[in-house]
């Protein structure tokens, strides 16, 4: 089936530094979605890309809608302590809101004091 | 509005002990689905419904069984419970006008002894 790689797997920062964190495909994919996991709760959507090229903010988030519609990133820029959690890209390849949605593995990220 | 429901929050079940984990959504949304997350493997759907009366398995359904009650509840049943199935269950659903994602809820973490 088609599958998402997500990549890094982990990371271990600074406080303050920038992040950058990559979901790939062989499928294309009319969506793109990235989510935020807190530690004992569930994901929770933090952008959503519905073009290729599209690149859209959220506060310190960026994420983009690779041009080949195949990939996505997501940066984070000045991480604070609260950013610390797994981040899930999800992608969906059908144009109707109600097709499933395929997530990565996840990247887990941790803020070093 | 509390989006999606899930109880119980923690569970612990002896081997061949069955449950159910139950599931509500309050969005009218049309499709509702069960993951389990366990470390390092992601979210991996079990089994989703994408209307009322209607289910299917998704990737990992093996020792579970799901009944989508009304469009509000979807709930996931352990018949003879396995240590394997010690895991973090999560329930989303999708399908509103507001944006084209899954809502998840809190999680329910179960383990088999």
């Known amino acids: 089936g088609q599958q998402l790689n997500q990549s890094p797997q982990s990371m271990f920062i600074q406080e303050g530094e920038d992040v950058s964190m990559n979901c790939t495909s062989s499928s294309i994919f009319n969506t793109w979605l990235w989510y935020k996991q807190d530690p004992g709760e569930g994901p929770v959507l933090l952008i959503a890309l519905y073009k290729a090229g599209e690149l859209t903010s959220n506060g310190r988030l960026t994420a983009q809608f690779g041009i080949t519609r195949k990939d996505s990133f997501l940066n984070i820029s000045a991480s604070i302590p609260s950013d610390v959690g797994i981040y899930f890209c999800?992608?969906?390849?059908?144009?109707?809101?109600?097709?499933?949605?395929?997530f990565g593995k996840g990247t887990r990220l941790h803020i070093l004091p | 509005n509390a989006g999606v429901t899930q109880t119980p929050k923690f569970q612990v079940l002896k081997t061949g002990q069955s449950m159910t984990l139950q599931c509500a959504q309050d969005?009218?949304?049309?499709?509702m689905y069960w993951y389990r997350q366990d470390p390092g493997m992601g979210l991996r759907l079990i089994y989703y419904?994408?209307?009322?009366?209607?289910?299917d398995k998704g990737e990992v359904p093996n020792g579970y069984n799901v009944s989508r009650l009304n469009k509000r509840e979807f709930s996931l049943r352990l018949e003879s419970a396995a240590p394997s199935q010690t895991s973090v269950y999560f329930c989303a659903s999708s399908g509103g006008t507001a944006y084209y994602g899954y809502t998840f809820g809190s999680g329910t973490r179960l383990t088999v002894v």
């Open positions: 969005m009218n949304h049309n499709s």
């Open positions: 999800a992608g969906r390849l059908g144009g109707n809101r109600d097709d499933k949605i395929i």
């Open positions: 419904s994408a209307s009322e009366g209607t289910t």
